[in-house]
């Protein structure tokens, strides 16, 4: 064990010195308070970014329209802010690629304790209000849901009850304003703690393993650097092995940067899991969501989405950590996941 480790210290020696000669490579980063964003907060925590020769420093959005918005007019170079949003901008022109991810499910529904059991199934929803906000991923995945479920909201069988911010959400929840509200977490969770509500549904239960934050870039500065991209990647794989294999420390670690009980980190990324934390593209699920955001009406026109989603630098980083740790559990599963979901 003591050799391994030592080869290994050796291995990233060398790296560091082949790349001692060149200035770090600056990113910034935009993120929403999540703990589902817990590789940004791991790779800068454990000095993984600067392993790879990178300055990264992390912005913390109120909303992703604000975030996108950023991104888009360069005061980012990444920014994690959901599926729909992305997208959504990307069918209004905004040239921005996908090349990575942060986050698999996470949202979930809630309600006052003495409606919880009525609402357990989307089938009981029919003549009801759900409070949400517009174009976040579990507002669109909701809206599909809810049509394989045959409650149509469309027809009016479900009140979708459009809101500012998840804040504004809760408040209808607690006043009766709705009947239930849609947030993604730790939203749901600080509600049950905080405001006495409770969780009735995850949105993954009716619609399993839809994608969720994905790492986007402007595509122009992602092709004018694509080495500083694969060394970003890099460091949030490593931090993926971390996540999956040091969950105490994860979860101090996420609580700290947050500001969010640690109970609650706990529960929502390991003991319930309603989310996962997973680097790749997932370029499967990126293109079943355009195709969603398409049958509920938030995208028109024609545009080939497919020129919008790379997988080749995220499969270069993941060689590269390969060829580092050929035999490690973790980097094979992600190899695993990528060569299913990332055709």
């Known amino acids: 064990m003591k050799g391994l480790k030592s080869l290994v210290q050796a291995i990233m020696l060398l790296a560091g010195m082949a790349l001692a000669g060149n200035a770090p490579e600056k990113f910034r980063v935009g993120y929403i308070m999540e703990p589902s964003h817990g590789l940004h907060y791991i790779a800068k925590a454990k000095g993984y970014f600067k392993d790879e020769n990178l300055d990264v420093e992390l912005f913390q959005f109120s909303n992703v329209p604000e975030g996108l918005t950023a991104l888009k007019t360069n005061k980012l170079d990444i920014g994690t802010f959901g599926s729909a ?77 459009e809101l500012s911010n998840i804040g504004a959400v809760v408040q209808a929840v607690q006043k009766g304003e709705v009947d239930a509200g849609l947030a993604y977490a730790p939203h749901f969770s600080i509600a049950e703690k905080k405001a006495g509500l409770k969780v009735v549904a995850k949105i993954a239960d009716f619609y399993p393993n839809y994608s969720c934050c994905r790492l986007t870039a402007n595509t122009k500065e992602l092709l004018r650097r694509p080495e500083a991209y694969k060394r970003y990647l890099i460091a949030l794989i490593r931090a993926y092995k971390f996540y999956k294999e040091n969950p105490d420390e994860t979860v101090k670690l996420i609580s700290d940067w947050l500001k969010i009980d640690e109970d609650i980190v706990r529960k929502d990324t390991y003991t319930e899991k309603v989310f996962d934390i997973n680097p790749d593209p997932y370029k499967t699920a990126t293109l079943d969501f355009w195709r969603i955001m398409k049958e509920v009406g938030y995208i028109t026109g024609e545009c080939d989405i497919n020129k919008h989603v790379n997988t080749a630098i995220y499969r270069q980083a993941l060689n590269e950590v390969l060829k580092r740790y050929p035999k490690d559990k973790a980097y094979k599963d992600l190899d695993i996941f990528f060569k299913k979901n990332d055709k």
């Open 85 to 161: 949003g992305p997208l959504s901008f990307i069918s209004k022109g905004s040239d921005f690629t996908i090349f990575g991810g942060m986050m698999i499910n996470g949202q979930a529904l809630f309600a006052k304790p003495e409606n919880a059991e009525k609402l357990k199934t989307l089938e009981n929803f029919r003549g009801k209000k759900i409070g949400l906000v517009k174009l976040s991923t579990g507002d669109v995945i909701l809206r599909e849901a809810l049509i394989k479920h045959h409650v149509d909201w469309r027809k009016g069988e479900v009140t979708l009850v």
